[in-house]
């Protein structure tokens, strides 16, 4: 696709409708209870994030591919109407079960607008300026990621939780304008071909069964050896086998298995897998530590990580610039697997009396140690493919994190309620609180940086000599 002029309104939309997608991922958590409260079904809560995180999740890959075969423009413009309607929905719903069920139609949408958001930056704007373009989508990942609990507070402390979801109409309006007028229609490569049903098929059902059952394993009480846990998980582990089998006889398949034999696109999609437990281990777990350890308002938390969110924003920018000087990625991925450890490390050392500056501090290397994961593992792995899978490259990098994520809140949601049962009888709950955060921030972060540092240091790290010529080359 040529560049046009005026590309930057266009870059801005899509930059909103990629917020907008991320921050209902984290929005609702905080305007949860507000929402039993009124609706009901205490019982079913969980259900009202599972459900937008298990259909945005698994339609990820499936927009990413078709994208590449049928064009962005109508891809994204069916994602933003389906997560609109979800949203105007979710804000008119009268009982838990019809915001579960319009939660699920939000996430439908949901998926298209990330990865296509992400490939439309190779589409649109030549290779020199790629890095710094896609360092300005890390950036609003990142700002997404920590104003949703945020902002989901202030909807709920000052208006209604309903806004939490309606305030994404005049945004996704103000999108799909811009893109109906400005964003060329350019078809994709595989038109005519018989789309790969079976293989959609079984890939949904067996991703919904991983992320269900990561879901209860997540929830108090529940032990991965329990029902509600196992059998989702071996379900799934069962679905993913079928998924390869199938995927190899496909004609068009939806997940083309031969992308994983090009080294870099392995290695960065086990970096975004990995590096999603030092993420979801700084947003989830230090809001938690701000409201039980310190006592703090939803509100007053969201802000309070805000060194967090700063770092995060300043590394994926940064990375953004360096990749497109440098021609070289490797080096600044490195460099951020290095800082997360560091951060998470210091971490350990948290306590209820920690002072504000020094937990600034640790935040803010925390999130300049994401930022090029942000921004970096995506000039990688859209620069490894061919120009016909960009869409599906940037697809998987973004459903592998956020299976990252899953696997990561499955594995710290027990230790984080083992150590306050432990603590909090000779401590009190503030210092339980505070000790669960300092145990699972580094075990968690410390782990997937670690893991990812060997990955990174494992992929090819010369000059990337397709930044000179566009997508489809590889480092030398």
Not at 163 to 175: E, K, Q, R, S, T
Not at 190 to 204: E, H, K, N, Q, S
Request: proline share 6%.
């Amino acid at each position: 696709m040529e560049t046009r002029p005026k590309n930057g309104l266009l870059l801005l939309a899509v930059l909103g409708g990629m917020f907008l997608a991320m921050l209902d991922q984290t929005i609702v958590g905080t305007a949860l209870p507000q929402i039993v409260q009124e609706l009901g079904g205490a019982d079913l809560y969980t259900w009202v994030v599972t459900a937008y995180l298990l259909t945005s999740t698994i339609t990820v890959p499936l927009y990413g591919r078709l994208s590449d075969t049928y064009g962005r423009k109508p891809l994204l413009l069916i994602g933003i109407a389906l997560f609109l309607a979800g949203s105007v929905l979710c804000g008119a719903a009268q009982d838990m079960t019809q915001l579960i069920a319009f939660r699920g139609l939000q996430g439908l949408g949901a998926g298209a607008l990330l990865p296509l958001s992400l490939a439309l930056v190779i589409d649109l704007f030549p290779p020199n300026r790629s890095g710094r373009v896609q360092g300005a989508l890390g950036a609003v990942m990142a700002l997404s990621y920590i104003a949703g609990p945020f902002l989901g507070g202030v909807f709920t402390d000052t208006a209604s939780w309903r806004w939490a979801f309606l305030v994404n109409l005049p945004v996704g309006l103000v999108v799909v304008a811009v893109v109906v007028a400005r964003l060329p229609y350019a078809p994709g490569q595989g038109r005519g071909a018989r789309p790969d049903y079976l293989g959609i098929a079984v890939f949904t059902g067996a991703i919904s069964a991983l992320l269900v059952g990561l879901t209860e394993k997540g929830l108090d009480g529940h032990s991965w050896t329990s029902g509600p846990v196992l059998w989702p998980i071996a379900g799934a582990a069962a679905g993913l086998v079928v998924f390869v089998l199938v995927e190899r006889r496909a004609a068009e398949p939806i997940i083309p298995l031969e992308l994983f034999r090009n080294r870099t696109y392995a290695l960065a999609n086990t970096a975004s897998f990995l590096t999603a437990f030092c993420l979801y281990a700084g947003v989830v777990f230090l809001p938690r530590y701000f409201q039980e350890a310190m006592g703090l308002s939803a509100t007053d938390s969201g802000l309070r990580i805000y060194p967090l969110m700063l770092g995060m924003v300043a590394g994926s920018m940064a990375a953004g610039a360096l990749i497109s000087k440098t021609r070289r990625y490797k080096p600044w991925l490195v460099a951020g697997a290095f800082l997360i450890a560091v951060g998470s490390l210091l971490c350990a050392g948290l306590t209820a009396d920690t002072s504000g500056p020094a937990l600034a501090g640790w935040m803010a290397l925390l999130g300049l140690g994401m930022g090029p994961m942000l921004s970096g593992l995506t000039v990688a792995v859209q620069y490894s493919v061919p120009p016909r899978f960009i869409g599906t490259a940037s697809a998987n990098l973004t459903f592998f994190r956020q299976i990252g994520g899953s696997v990561a809140l499955a594995l710290a949601g027990t230790l984080y309620a083992s150590v306050v049962q432990d603590r909090a009888p000779l401590h009190g709950p503030e210092a339980a609180h505070a000790a669960a955060t300092a145990t699972v921030i580094p075990w968690l972060a410390v782990t997937g940086a670690v893991l990812a540092l060997g990955a990174l240091l494992a992929m090819p790290g010369g000059r990337i000599r397709a930044l000179d010529a566009g997508p489809g080359g590889s480092g030398e």
